[in-house]
């Protein structure tokens, strides 16, 4: 090892690269390997993103497949960077910025309550049946739903009527409109959406901080109760450090995962009032379905692929940190 | 300092179904360091449960010092506790670990840092005391949980299998530690173990037992030189002892391959004790005695010797079972070989059948008188002094 890496230092420059990568991959026979899933995701995502997006950001689309699309330079990218849709732009950014710091912190409270209740005991009183295990796989139902149907669902219960529950259970505390309800009224639309978002989304967290919990050996809690730590302490000196990693790669996972979804606030408010809850993914999915400006809707896709590479960079490091 | 009483303390789970601790009543005294041994599933973990306020008795009642802490939380008991896989918590440093229940209780800084650093120092932990736990050998991570169990200067020290993570050598070591540690602490002391050497070798006095049953507590050499049932008698003492089912009629014991004439105070004991016919006798292997072909009760052929050193263990085949004698190394014998088996009476033990001792010969019989009037007494090969 020491010796090769010797050759390559004393060679340097590009031969030096070319060395060091050729020993990291483990020579030309061990890039051969890679060759098919190269090929593979050249095929599924480098073509149809990279290339299709991009060439297609520089044009007009239109639907007739046998007319040619124009290529109109960076009218596209201006459009959304400077012209008219400008405002919209950064409207969805901020928007889509406020969903992620509200529904992710939101997402891991939720789920780490409901791992740390689900790891404690559920015995129905007298009759000694365990019934843990119901309890465990319901906490899962929502991640099982569609999110459109997790969307929907969540959009009923939240509009003004007798069967919109969630809104009548708003009321005793808020003072929501009865026009319009949860979804059509700011600024309980964007909660609304938020709820429904963490509903649909804790099981995955949930799961993880389950799996978390249960492998802190219980001697840590009967020692600790020994020593004298009340529950909070508890948590505070024992769970919690033992989850901080898993904790770390969900927050970032779901980061990443939240950022470009847009099912949820398509199917529960449409992104209205107005566009009160259109997060940037809605916005490009209207404009590319909605209006038909595929153009348009790939800049505004590729402003954004460049934008979340800083989050993705942040979360590979935290991906391969060593705690 | 203080003494710690069990009450006809009883703990179940499974709504009664098992039944872990049944009425066990046992006291440590000031001071002491007591034993609990017993196999898998015996109840003796559960009962250190107990005591630390781990688990709370379904009856009974513990009391610390004449104070009933039956129904406290662990953290109001004062114990102090050391588990078999340490439960040193992961996050945190030797130090951080070692000031953690005495930072719960609310101590300020200069005690907390005073204290520390005397456990440490007690433990010879000092230049550990900016490690994690990770970064511990197993030995090392066994003295940071002793220190921090000391730390508190507990009321009473409760050790559950600390040293079964350990190899054998350290073992050893740690063994004689946590017996000097606990007699310059002199704190009432309980520690669990289903290792019959451990307890032999560190208690002042050992609690044997079975089933959620204590069935004896006395000093080890009690427990093994005058073991109250077949249980302890079986459970305690490497090599295990030889149990003989026997018969037992007019003054004759039968065991099989060779009969006994029992004195008459043995033979009295045993007609008031025994229902039936029935009765079995414990030979301790090392009274068992090796000596020239027809100079013994009877004439066997040696299965297999183990050397052990100084002793070497000499197994037969008596009837159809498998005999046990630990003979010194210097004698003579051969795998294959025939040679006379002899009997140190006076350390014979008899038990009913269902598990109570009868009598110990020797503590029935004088005998010294016995062995010059004959009585199936021989005095001959290596007695109580051996041991």
Known sequence: ?323 | MVDAVLDNVRKTFNDGQVVAVDDVNLTIEEGELIVLVGPSGCGKSTTLRCIAGLETPNSGRITFGGHDVTELPPKDRAVSMVFQNYALYPSMTVYENMEFGLKMRGADRETIDERVRWAADIMEIGDLLDRYPDQLSGGQQQRVALGRAIVREPAIFLLDEPLSNLDAKLRAVMRTEIQELQRKLDVATVFVTHDQEEAMSMGDRIAVMNAGDIQQVAPPSDIYHDPNSLFVADFIGSPEINLFRSSYRNGTVDLGAFDVDVPDVIATELDSGLDSDEVVTGIRPEDINVVEPGNGLLDVEVQVIEPMGDTQIIYFDVEDSRVRAVVPSARNVTEGGTVGLDVYWPNVHMFHPDGPKLVKWGNAVDVDADAESGDGVRADGHGEEAQ
């Open chain 1, 1 to 323: 090892m020491a010796a090769v890496d010797q050759i390559g230092q004393d060679r340097g420059g590009i031969e030096g690269i070319v060395d060091s990568i050729l020993e990291e991959y483990g020579g030309v026979q061990g890039m051969l390997f890679l060759v098919p899933s190269l090929v593979l995701l050249a095929g599924i995502v480098f073509y149809p993103m990279v290339v299709n997006g991009l060439i297609l950001s520089f044009q007009d689309f239109t639907l007739n497949p046998n007319a040619a699309d124009p290529f109109v330079g960076l009218e596209n990218y201006q459009y959304w960077l400077l012209g008219s849709g400008q405002a919209l732009f950064l409207f969805s950014v901020k928007v889509t910025v406020l969903y992620e710091l509200l529904v992710v912190p939101f997402d891991l409270v939720v789920a780490l309550g409901a791992a740390l209740l689900m790891n404690e005991k559920f015995e129905l009183p007298g009759l000694g049946i365990e019934t843990r295990a119901f309890w465990r796989g319901l906490m899962l139902a929502g991640y099982a739903s569609p999110a459109i149907a997790a969307g929907l669902t969540w959009g009923i219960m939240e509009q003004a009527a007798e069967y919109g529950i969630v809104y009548q259970a708003a009321t005793m505390f808020f003072d929501v409109p009865a026009s319009g309800g949860i979804v059509g009224n700011r600024p309980w639309a964007f909660w609304g959406v938020v709820i429904a978002k963490v509903w649909r989304d804790f099981g995955f967290m949930y799961v993880v901080f389950l799996a978390g919990v249960q492998s802190i050996p219980s001697a840590l809690y009967e020692i600790s109760k020994v020593d004298g730590a009340n529950p909070i302490q508890r948590f505070r000196y024992i769970t919690l450090p033992h989850l901080r990693t898993v904790i770390v790669t969900v927050v970032m996972i779901r980061t990443v995962f939240t950022v470009g979804k847009l099912a949820i606030p398509l199917a529960t408010t449409q992104g209205g009032p107005v566009n009160y809850t259109r997060v940037l993914g809605l916005v490009i999915f209207d404009v590319a379905f909605g209006e038909w400006a595929l153009g348009r809707a790939a800049a505004l896709g590729m402003l954004f692929a460049v934008s979340i590479i800083p989050l993705i960079l942040i979360w590979i490091k935290t991906e391969t940190e060593d705690y």
